[in-house]
Every structure is written in structure tokens, then in C-alpha cells.
């Protein structure tokens, strides 16, 4: 399990080193749906609404729908998977059994249908392509000489 906070890059980054990406998500955040939120929204493979309680509940409901509505316009990212979207209590402790058996049942079915294994291949040749370019940098960075010329090469 790997936890981010935030929005930008970290969280495509996770993305690329997971089986399953789940977008935990504040009640209210309809802006959320235009602009900086879509990225995420796009990749995740579960959309949880929590602080679904006291003065919230009704708010966490509304975005659950707006949630599942904004799903509608986008391609499914896993074949034979539908992005399920609800709302849990962290502080009541409801939906939290529901967020385990979702992440159960996206696992048995990317490996029911071979996805697990590809995702996996993929992710590998990912990181295998950032190692070379980090070696790369780091050779670059290392080199005094080559950064001399270089800085040259931009002055002209």
C-alpha cells in the first residue's frame, strides 16, 4: 500500500507501480472534477468518498453521484471493470469492509483475465526505463567537464 497527498505527478508515478490504484476523495470536491482531479480520476481504478458522517453524510452522497456520473464520459481504463464509486466513515467505520472486498474482487478479476501479469511487464519495463535515465542524469551530473561544455554549448 502506498499513500499520497496531493495531486500532480507523485500520484501517476504510484499509478505506474501498483495493481490497485484507489482515490480516496473529500465530500464536496465537485470542483475537483474539472482541471487538476480528471488525471487521477481517469486512472483510478476505485473512487471512495469518505467522511461519509455527522454533517457530511449528505454532501459525501451528492459527490458519490457527481463521482459516478463523471465515470460515464470516460472510456473504462480496465476491460471488464467498472470503476465503483461509494462513500465510507473512517470515524463510524462503515464502508470500510466494502473498500477490502472492491480491491479484492479488481485483483481476482486483472487476474482472471491475464491484466495482472501484463500490468506487471509493463511496470517493470517502467522502471527499468527510468533506471537507464537516472543513470544517465546521474553519469551527466557527475562529469564536470561535460557540464563546462555544456554550459558553454548554451551561452552561444
Not at 16 to 36: A, H, K, N, R, Y
Request: some cysteine; hydrophobic content about 40%; glycine content about 8%.
Amino acid at each position: 500500500m502506498i499513500e499520497t497527498v496531493g495531486v500532480g505527478q507523485a500520484e501517476t508515478e504510484v499509478f505506474e507501480m501498483t495493481d490497485v490504484f484507489l482515490v480516496l476523495l473529500s465530500p464536496g470536491g465537485g470542483d475537483e472534477l474539472q482541471g487538476i482531479k480528471r488525471g487521477i480520476i481517469e486512472l483510478a481504478d476505485i473512487l471512495v468518498v469518505n467522511k461519509a458522517d455527522g454533517n457530511l453524510e449528505a454532501t459525501s452522497r451528492s459527490t458519490v453521484l457527481d463521482y459516478k456520473n463523471a465515470l460515464k464520459l470516460l472510456k473504462p481504463r480496465i476491460q471488464g471493470w467498472s470503476v465503483p464509486v461509494f462513500p465510507c466513515s473512517a470515524l463510524e467505520k462503515n464502508g470500510i469492509d466494502q473498500i477490502w472486498d472492491k480491491v479484492n474482487n479488481l485483483k481476482d478479476h486483472l487476474v482472471k483475465t491475464g491484466q495482472l501479469e501484463k500490468n506487471r511487464l509493463e511496470q517493470r519495463k517502467i522502471w527499468l526505463k527510468n533506471k537507464k535515465k537516472n543513470l544517465i542524469l546521474s553519469a551527466i551530473e557527475s562529469d564536470e567537464e561535460l557540464l563546462d561544455k555544456l554550459g558553454e554549448k548554451i551561452k552561444e
